[in-house]
């Protein structure tokens, strides 16, 4: 079963190289009638993180859970938020207890080409306390939620200590400054409409165009651009970027940690 710009499979295997390919071709272009409603307001009127969930569509999950948080959902005086991506150079990467997968099915897996998490990591203190750091993901079955930045990633990747385990499919993480994300980002949802059709029913708010820059005379509405950059988020190569590998995430997830996420790139 395919959803959305996934791959799944059933058992985990050395070489992913003949998976399927889910891109859409570019010069399609969806049923018109997009909604009016916005990103923003749909996530400021949620009760919950949880409700803000759209199967398939984890960057826009993770905009407007982050969004929520920043805007007066909670008292954030505490925490520096983080937009993460998930993903490697193949991207085909294994992860376990996500939704996609059926709650009692906890030895099956899914096999992204990326995924997108929230992070938050709490203010480094004048007293030099560690800094601690939980994830916000509304697309796994981990709990608790927010989770602990360790068990996370021991739960959604157990099969990195595998000795027998291709490491090229290991994750990498792209981890991006929230604010920064919810003013740069931008995508009209183009990578998941193909022959005429949705892979996956894609939200019912209007598209994200936030970091699309327009000139405001040109007449068109924001709900009416094409265009999209989520391709660069999910490249784990290009200059200024803070990319870890699965072990550096380990490391910083230790009670020890002083380092903010981006203080330094280890790719």
Not at 56 to 78: F, I, K, P, Q
Not at 120 to 147: A, F, G, H, K, M
């Amino acid at each position: 079963r395919q959803q959305g710009s996934c791959i799944q499979h059933r058992r985990i295997i050395d070489d992913m190289k003949n998976r399927s390919n889910n891109e859409c071709k570019m010069n399609e272009k969806p049923p018109a009638g997009r909604p009016s409603t916005s990103a923003e307001s749909t996530a400021l009127k949620s009760p919950s993180d949880d409700d803000l969930r759209v199967a398939c569509y984890c960057e826009e999950n993770a905009w407007r859970v982050v969004y929520r948080h920043l805007n007066g959902c909670c008292d954030n005086r505490h925490w520096k938020y983080y937009i993460v991506f998930i993903s490697n150079n193949h991207r085909a990467c294994p992860m376990f207890m996500q939704r996609a997968i059926p709650i009692d099915a906890p030895t099956e897996y899914v096999c992204w080409d990326y995924h997108v998490i929230v992070m938050r990591s709490t203010v480094q203190s004048n007293d030099n306390r560690p800094i601690v750091s939980e994830v916000l993901d509304i697309d796994t079955w981990i709990t608790p939620y927010p989770t602990p930045l360790s068990q996370y990633l021991d739960e959604s990747f157990p099969h990195a200590s595998d000795p027998n385990f291709n490491e090229q499919y290991l994750p990498l993480f792209n981890v991006v400054k929230a604010d920064e994300f919810i003013r740069d980002f931008y995508s009209d949802r183009m990578h998941m409409y193909k022959d005429g059709k949705w892979n996956s029913p894609p939200p019912t708010y209007s598209p994200i165009m936030n970091g699309l820059k327009i000139d405001s005379n040109d007449g068109q509405e924001r709900n009416e651009l094409t265009g999209s950059n989520l391709d660069s988020y999910i490249s784990m190569s290009g200059e200024g970027k803070c990319v870890f590998t699965l072990a550096e995430m380990h490391e910083r997830s230790k009670a020890s940690n002083k380092k903010e996420w981006t203080e330094w790139s280890a790719i």
